[in-house]
């Protein structure tokens, strides 16, 4: 994410489905042309930025029911 985008960043939001495990991702609203994500547990971690029509797509697909559905497993410590 170039600086100036990093600047546009006021404000970052989970989806209201999101529960109080911690396994959430935060984006950022109002960033021209691109759609920043986070983890919500490392907000001082790395932000992956997509461009905004792969993330409206991306997003049409998880409405839609297009994506295989997964199965995550967390590793036994």
């Known amino acids: 994410m170039s600086s100036d985008q990093d600047q546009q960043i006021r404000s970052w939001r989970k989806s209201s489905y999101s529960g109080h495990e911690g396994a959430c991702i935060e984006i950022a609203d109002k960033v021209s042309n ?44």
């Open 34 to 77: 691109a759609v920043p994500v986070r983890d919500s547990k490392a907000p001082e971690g790395p932000v992956l930025t997509f461009p905004s029509a792969a993330w409206r797509i991306f997003i049409l697909g998880v409405r839609n029911g297009c994506l295989p559905r997964m199965v995550l497993t967390r590793p036994n410590p």
